[in-house]
């Protein structure tokens, strides 16, 4: 079994999908750095200094050491159900920007790869005719 792993993991594409999870997860951290301390604070002070993570409905019972209190994150980690659309709004804009820089990338690596030349197959006839033809052809030699 150990050898059956080893050789499984020696594979190239494993090897290479986990180099892209780690990157990825590299990746996505920086992404929700940029949403959340450059973009959205951006879109707040746009829109008057709205702060899309404060966005929630409180869905259940609040402790009484938390009546009135605003903070999405001391009300999740106290156990209170939240309906927290501003923090899925902050999640969709990254997940955008995410798929947008992406985008970006393949279509660069895209364009730097070298094209493969275009092989024209030549159409093939149908058995009957090249038949046909052969018979033509040799009663034409006679």
Known sequence: MFKEFKAFIARGNVLDLA??????????????S??????????????GGLDFSSYFVVLGKVPPAL??????????KAGVPLFGYGAFVTAAVNFLI??????????????????????????????DVTLLREIRDELRRR
């Open 98 to 127: 995410v798929a947008f820089i992406i985008f970006l990338i393949v279509r660069a690596v895209n364009r730097l790869m070298p094209k493969a030349p275009e092989v024209i197959a030549e159409p093939v006839e149908p058995t």
């Open 34 to 47: 940029l949403t959340d301390d450059v973009i959205m604070p951006i879109i707040g002070k746009i829109f």
């Open 67 to 76: 009546a009135g209190s605003s903070d999405y994150a001391a009300l999740k």
């Open 19 to 32: 180099v892209a999870v780690i990157i990825g997860t590299a990746f996505g951290k920086i992404v929700t």
